[in-house]
């Protein structure tokens, strides 16, 4: 059983979210809060499994509760459920600590199946919102400026592939070494090797792309 924390300052909104997934056999409701001060107070005492975040809230907005809770409890996954999709609000939350970014306007059974896969240390974004994780990335100064993720995908190399599939399901440098009989700093080039390859600044990118694109 999933154990979920549900943080929505919008009562209507909250209940119905609540109701939809208890009907989830794997899904259960744990508790609820109206702001992220209380979210916090709530995340210590439930310890749950996974934390759906609204941003924009009283008291405390979204992004900080999810920045103070990742940081006190790391085994926690915050999972973003806003209506914000502007560029500012996805990239502050990511670097925050959010494992994914979702928007209200999905489907409630992919809402669901998107709340295991964090579960299980997948990153999970809405449809269209990677591109613009990707679009903030700064252009490399070398000739790879014109070319898109896409486009560099054919110059990873089988090695880097195994790499990033373990970082888009959570694994640290260390787990990455263990898993593959490798040391961290081979993995430690081959992360730098992917953020050259694929034109992206942060490890946070690395685990969208991965699980947009390898995991289809």
């Known amino acids: ?43 210590t005492v ?17 992004k900080a509760a999810t920045r103070i809770i990742s940081e006190r409890f790391p085994a926690i996954k915050v999972l973003v459920l806003t ?26 059974e992919e809402l669901a199946q998107a709340i295991r896969f964090v579960y299980k240390g997948f990153t999970q974004m809405a449809p ?26 054919g110059g990873i190399t089988n090695r880097e592939q195994e790499v990033l599939q373990l970082i888009g399901m959570g694994a640290t440098n260390r787990e990455i070494a263990e898993k593959l009989y490798i040391s961290e700093g081979t993995v430690k080039t081959h992360v730098t090797n992917l953020f050259n ?9 690395l685990a969208i792309y991965a699980n947009s694109i390898l995991n289809k």
């Open 197 to 205: 390859r694929l034109n992206v600044k942060n490890r946070s990118q």
């Open 128 to 153: 269209g919102l990677f591109e613009k994780m990707l679009g903030k990335a700064p252009a490399s100064e070398s000739v790879n400026q014109e070319k898109t993720p896409q486009q560099n995908l």
């Open 1 to 43: 059983m999933i154990r979920l924390l549900l943080v929505e300052d919008q009562s209507l909104i909250r209940d119905g979210i609540k109701v939809m997934l208890n009907l989830e056999p794997d899904l259960e409701v744990v508790g609820t809060a109206d702001n992220g001060e209380t979210a916090i107070e709530q995340a």
């Open 83 to 108: 209506t914000f999709d502007d560029d500012e609000n996805i990239a502050e939350a990511m670097r925050a600590g959010a494992k994914g970014y979702l928007l209200k306007d999905m489907r409630s």
């Open 46 to 62: 439930l310890q749950p499994d996974v934390i759906l975040m609204d941003i924009q809230m009283p008291v405390m907005d979204g």
